[in-house]
């Protein structure tokens, strides 16, 4: 059996400043930020068998990434669909605004896609492919994937089957999804890592 282990990148400026960046692709960790990864790292490597790490394109989810890569002692490999969710017309604002946009269904919000961006179910659609991918490339062994909390949201859907009881985790959070033979158990996480609120990025 293996394992996927799912981890939201550190904090980044974007998060601090709680606005959706105009260029979310740059955005870099803060140094709490790299705290945390070197502290998701050590986990880690004390509880699973890791021979691959995984990324966003993001630079926030690849220093993260990297910081990880570094305490396993292993190289990292990006994936183009792994990155966060496009906000659209959104970029420049806070996050609450999009959570009170007046065409936002609060009952299937995941259906929601902002002005010339993404729903979290078109997230959902290109980053579970690829996860699914690796799955299948490391059958027996653990795999980190980090990217971020729109990305984690709908693959916590994806593999629980379900959108009502997803969530954000929090920077640096670790959910995992046991695999064996093309079938994935539901996510679990690692510790209280819950996000109160979508935190974007």
Known sequence: MGKLILVRHGESTGNKERVYATKPHELALTEEGERQAREAGAKIAQLFQVE???????????????????VLGLPTHVEQNLHERHAGTYMGKPYESMLTAPDRDPKQPWLWRPPEGESL????LRAAPVVERLAAEHPTRDVVIVSHGGVMLGLWAHFSGSWQNSF????????VVEHHAGRFEAPTVIGDQRSAEHTGG
């Not at 691959?52 to 570094?70: F, H, L, N, P």
Request: charged share 25%.
């Open 121 to 124: 179910e078109d997230v959902r």
């Open 168 to 175: 954000v985790p929090i920077n640096c959070a670790i959910v």
């Open 52 to 70: 691959a790490v995984v990324s966003s394109v993001y630079v926030r989810a690849r220093e993260t990434a990297r910081i990880i890569a570094e």
